[in-house]
């Protein structure tokens, strides 16, 4: 046994001193700066160029985001989102649902979604009403209906 964590530790001691190293760091930082010291003086000149501040050169921003609570069997409920978003459909036997925020969702957007305990199938489908919902359906990986948060977030592309 202690053959087998002298050997552990042996072969991760690059890793150990990073670690502490990161740790200190931050430890250090959090103990002796005060709050709020860090502000708009204590940036050097130039340091934020204007290509950082450009929203043209990023290529996708979140224009929805939800988070939701899955239990196979119930419905599932909103945890939070932004704009407010509502369950528009949901399958108790495949526990698969959809999402809707109220607003159009372009063509050009695209979705990503996780899930804590496993993976999440999304995808945006049009709606009657020239709105869109997103389709979401969380499993395991071997299939099964997943349980936990599922994180939705409809990235679309700047203008």
């Known amino acids: 046994m202690l053959n087998r964590v002298v050997q552990h530790i042996r072969s991760n001691v690059v890793a150990y001193v990073a670690l502490f190293v990161a740790l200190g760091g931050t430890s250090y930082a959090a103990i002796n700066l005060p709050a709020n010291s860090v502000g708009s003086k204590q940036i050097k000149n130039h340091s934020i160029t204007p290509i950082k501040l450009d929203p043209s050169k990023t290529g996708a921003v979140v ?71 997103v389709q979401f359906s969380p499993f395991t990986p071997g299939g099964q209906p997943a349980t936990g948060l599922v994180y939705i977030a409809v990235l679309c592309p700047q203008p």
């Open 63 to 133: 224009r929805f985001w939800a988070i939701l609570n899955s239990s196979p069997g119930n419905r599932e409920q909103i945890v939070a989102s932004r704009p407010r978003a509502r369950i528009v459909a949901w399958d108790p036997s495949s526990d698969t649902g959809a999402i809707s925020w109220h607003q159009p969702i372009s063509s050009k957007c695209f979705v990503s979604a996780s899930g804590g305990s496993g993976f999440v199938r999304a995808l945006v489908q049009p709606l009657p009403n020239a709105n869109a919902s």
